[in-house]
């Protein structure tokens, strides 16, 4: 089973900053959190990843709460674009085992 | 990031054939991955595909259904076998990770109907 808890989905107005929480309370320390995206037709696009700290990259920022709980991804400034199912993962990898489990997501719309 | 080639892009098939989809990368890989998203769901791991080693396949998925191949570190081959419609599913591979700070990248996937 997946170990976060996303909403189902979730409206943001074209312009805005989206913000699309996660909930990660079992994850352990050695594990990252990751965020993926998949528009529709395509495969999933990773966005960004973070172990403790806050992580900015061109297209998001990942806010990770200190107790690394939860965590929230931020699109700045959403297009329409950015419509798509979002994936927030915990993942450890090693060179003999990376499996990514996958939960259901969050569908983003954005509204023009 | 890694470019990932999957052939072919989508197929319709008939009940009780085999198809073999491919996954080509443009940079010597370790570890590949094929994945399958049945329709409206969310993506599950079918195995794990290391050159030079058999492939590791997760729970639920045999060998006999979909054998793959690693034949060296650029390129995959999954065959689903004797399809049935419940096989109707895009089918994806990644590549990469093995590292937790190292993400996994993902191929377009191969969009499947099995009549």
């Known amino acids: 089973d997946a170990k976060t808890t996303q909403p189902t989905s979730m409206d943001c107005a074209e312009g805005r900053a989206a913000n699309l929480p996660c909930n990660h309370s079992t994850i352990s320390g050695n594990e990252y959190v990751y965020w993926y995206r998949q528009i529709h037709s395509q495969g999933p696009q990773y966005i960004i990843h973070?172990?403790?700290n806050n992580e900015t990259n061109e297209m998001a920022s990942l806010i990770i709460t200190e107790d690394r709980k939860s965590s929230t991804l931020i699109l700045p400034h959403a297009t329409l674009r950015d419509t798509a199912v979002y994936y927030c993962i915990v993942r450890v990898a090693s060179r003999r085992d990376d499996k990514i489990i996958f939960g259901k997501g969050t569908r983003l719309h954005i509204l023009p | 990031s890694a470019v990932i080639s999957q052939k072919p892009s989508r197929d319709i098939c008939q009940r009780g054939t085999s198809l073999t989809i491919q996954c080509q990368v443009d940079s010597q890989v370790t570890m590949m991955f094929w994945y399958r998203q049945q329709p409206g769901q969310s993506l599950t791991l079918i195995a794990t595909?290391?050159?030079?080693?058999?492939?590791?396949?997760e729970s639920g998925f045999v060998i006999d259904k979909f054998p793959i191949s690693r034949p060296n570190l650029t390129f995959s081959t999954l065959t689903v076998s004797n399809m049935s419609p419940e096989d109707s599913s895009i089918y994806l591979c990644?590549?990469?990770?093995?590292?937790?700070?190292?993400?996994?990248?993902f191929g377009d996937g191969t969009r499947l109907s099995i009549l």
């Open positions: 595909a290391n050159q030079g080693s058999e492939a590791t396949y």
């Open positions: 973070g172990l403790k």
């Open positions: 990644s590549v990469g990770g093995g590292s937790g700070n190292q993400p996994q990248h």
